[in-house]
């Protein structure tokens, strides 16, 4: 029986020059201590966190013309690293998040994930990379899959 789990080569550290965020290395750390951190769909899921925003403010037509961001429902550019990030629409609908969601859920923990009711997002932390929870918290809700209440995250089944 093969024991051995091999650490996907994008996810060792790695230096690429000074634009080399912390991330990298700290997955790299789990990976020893949890297996089901290399599954896969859980670096899959990381993977799409870390890609769901671009660098720089939004430059959607409306942010551009200059509208207020707070009258928005779902944000669109976010502080992160101390710097501005915009959420890339293209794949953060909340019907792509849900999707990469629910397969690293299933692959970590052997269960569906449901999505209605209140997200277990402890778990969800369990399998995200520390350096990624803000855009984790960001996300969420940026994309309309949940939104937080009453300190608890609560899913909203996907329209698109
Ligand atoms: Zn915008």
Known sequence: MQRSVRVPADTRPSIRGSRVSAEEP???????????????????????????????????????????????????????????????????????????????????????????GILDLTTVQTFTDAALHPRLLALLPASGLAHEADGQWHLQAPAD
């Open 26 to 116: 700290m997955i790299a750390d789990l990976f020893d201590v949890d297996k089901r951190l290399s599954l896969k769909p859980v670096v899959d899921f990381n993977s799409y966190l870390r890609n769901a925003f671009g660098e720089g403010p939004c430059r959607c037509h409306r942010c551009l013309e200059g509208a207020d961001q707070t009258s928005y429902a779902l944000a669109h550019t976010f502080s992160f690293d101390g710097r501005p990030w915009h959420r890339r629409f293209a794949s953060t609908a909340a019907s792509d998040v849900a999707q990469v969601l629910k397969k690293a859920w299933l692959s970590y923990t052997k269960v569906d994930l449901t999505l209605s």
